[in-house]
């Protein structure tokens, strides 16, 4: 069972990076899946989910309006399209998916570095 993030890199101010979360061992179906990152020396914070029940998303409010959350179940993959980056995007971007009822998974991060 595990989840692996793919996408990041180094990309200009204003560019654009997409995400992706491929799930493997469970489907993906049943779970909310959310997007953290962590940027060096802070905490990690939520940026995006995506619920299961009704495909509802949530946005952060330093990226609502730049980045979108999207899921296809039936390739078990997860995406955050991330447009008009800034260097205070710069972090470690996580993958968690979480069933509601105790069953939680994280991948291991994919690095995002904003720089002209």
């Known amino acids: 069972v595990q989840l692996v993030e793919s996408g990041g890199g180094l990309v200009q101010p204003g560019g654009s990076l997409r995400l992706s979360c491929a799930a493997s061992?469970?489907?993906?179906?049943?779970?909310?899946i959310a997007w953290f990152r962590q940027a060096p020396g802070k905490m990690r914070a939520g940026v995006s989910c995506?619920?299961?029940?009704?495909?509802?998303?949530y946005y952060a409010d330093s990226v609502k309006e730049r980045f979108t959350i999207s899921r296809d179940d039936a390739k078990n993959m997860v995406y955050l399209q991330m447009n008009s980056l800034r260097p205070n995007d710069t972090a470690v971007y996580f993958c968690?998916?979480?069933?509601?009822?105790?069953?939680?998974?994280w991948g291991q991060g994919t690095q995002v570095i904003v720089s002209s």
């Open positions: 995506i619920t299961s029940t009704d495909g509802t998303t």
């Open positions: 968690n998916a979480n069933s509601g009822s105790g069953l939680t998974y």
């Open positions: 061992g469970f489907g993906l179906t049943y779970y909310t």
